[in-house]
C-alpha cells in the first residue's frame, strides 16, 4: 500500500515509521519544512525511545520519505491508496472546543491533489460529525472524485508509542465503505497476526470512542487522585487501596497511580472538548465536566502542597526539581503539570533549579528555570528535592548523596516513588502523596 500521512508531530511519525515497517510505503509531509530537513538528516523533531532507529531502517529500505515541498507531496497523494490526516487538534482559545483549522486545512489540501480511489483517514482525534465535515470539503472541491472519508483514532502513549502502534489493544476504524474497509484491512494486517482485533463501526460511533476513552482514563487517574486526599486525611495508604481496587478485573490496575493531576498533549484537552461536543448535544456529561475542574484545581493546589511540606513558606528558598515532562520516555512539555506547579512555586518566591533527561522543551516553556545537567546538580544546595516526573533514572538516586547535597533532607515526592518509611530511616523528611 502506498500511504501518505499530513502532519509529522508525535502520532504521525511514528505511525508512518510503524507502517514503513509493516512493509508499506509511506510519505510523510509536514508544512514545518526545517522539520522535513531535519528528518531527511535522520534528526528526529521529538523524543521517542526506538524512533530514530526504526525511521533509519525504513529510510534505507526506501519504505519511508519525508515532503513538505507541493511539488512532493502531490506526487505521494496522487499516488496513494490511504491518506491520513495526523495533524494538531488543540483546545481553541477561549471555548474549550477542539480548533479543527488544521484538520480541515488539511482536508482542502488533500482535495485538491487526490487521484484514483483514496481512503482519507482521520487519525487526529476529532469532534463526532467532523468526518462529515471532511467529506464534505473534499465533495465541493472535487465533485467527480472517488474517495471515502474513515475515522481510525489513534490510542498510542507518548514514550511507548511503537510498541502501541504495533501492538495495539484494538485498532477502531470508522466506516461503512467496503472498499475503504478492504484498504484500512489491507494496511493494518501485520497486526492480524497476533490476533489484534478490529472494530469496524460507523464513523460518528468511532470518532466518539476515542473521546470516551480518553474521557474514562482521565476520570480514572482523578477517582484515585481523590482518594489521595481522602488518605491523607483519614490515615490511609492510596497505594494500597489503588492495589486493593485494582486486583478486582473489573475495575483494572492501570492508571491508578495518585500524582499531580493529568497533563500532556491529549486529556486536558480532550477532556474538554467532549465536555463542549455534549453541552452542544444537550447531553452533558456532568462526570467529566468534573474531572476537568477537579483536575485543574489540582495542579494548582500541588504548589501548596509543597510549600506546606516547607513548613509554609517558599520565598527566598530553593527548590530542586526532578522532571518537567509530562510524563516519562517524552519531551513532551504540553499541559504539563510543571507548567502550573514552578511557576507557582516562583511566584511564592522560590527559585527553581531542575532537571529533566529531555528538556528542551521546557526550556523554551520555562525560561526562567535554572536548568542543571544531572539530578544531583538540582539538588546541590537545595532547600529540598522535589520530584514531579517518574523518570527511571529518579527511581534510583544515591540518597545518601542526595541528603549531603541538600541543604536540608526534605523530599516531596508527587510520583511516590520512593518508600516512605526506607526515607524516613535514612533521615529524610519525606511528603508524598496519599500516603502516611
Ligand atoms: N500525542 C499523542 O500522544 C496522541 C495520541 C493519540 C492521538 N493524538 C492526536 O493526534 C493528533 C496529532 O497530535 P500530535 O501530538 O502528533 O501533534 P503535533 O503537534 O506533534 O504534530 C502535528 C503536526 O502537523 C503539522 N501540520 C499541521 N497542519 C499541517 C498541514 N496542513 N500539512 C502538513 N502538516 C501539517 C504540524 O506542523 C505538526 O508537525 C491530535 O489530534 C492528537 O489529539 C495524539
Known sequence: MRVVMIGTGYVGLVSGACFSDFGHVVTCVDKDAEKIARLKQGIMPIYEPGLEALVATNVEEERLFFASTPEDTAAAVRAADAVFIAVGTPSRRGDGHADLTYVYAAAEEIAGLIDGFTVIVTKSTVPVGTGDEVEAIVRKARPDADFAVVSNPEFLREGAAISDFKRPDRVVVGTEDEQAKEVMRELYRPLFL???????????????????????????ITFINEMADLCEKVGADVQQVARGIGLDNRIGSKFLHAGPGYGGSCFPKDTLALVRT??????????????????DARKKAMAEKVKAAMGGD????????????????????????????????????????????EDHEARKMLPSVEFKD???EAADGADALLILTEWDRFRALDLDRIKRLLKAPLVVDLRNIYNAADMTRRGFTYASVGRP
Open 194 to 220: 497476533n490476533e489484534t482485533p478490529i472494530l469496524f463501526t460507523e464513523r460518528r460511533t468511532s470518532e466518539l470512542i476515542k473521546y470516551a476513552a480518553n474521557a474514562f482514563l482521565a476520570m480514572k
Open 278 to 295: 455534549a453541552e452542544q448535544a444537550g447531553a452533558p456529561v456532568r462526570l467529566i465536566e468534573t474531572t476537568v475542574a477537579v483536575n
Open 314 to 357: 517558599v520565598a527566598g528558598k530553593t527548590i530542586g526539581v526532578l522532571g518537567l515532562t509530562f510524563k516519562p520516555n517524552t519531551d513532551d512539555m504540553r499541559d504539563a503539570p510543571s507548567l502550573d506547579i514552578v511557576p507557582a512555586l516562583q511566584a511564592m518566591g522560590a527559585t527553581i533549579q531542575a532537571f529533566d533527561p
Open 374 to 376: 544531572g539530578p544531583y
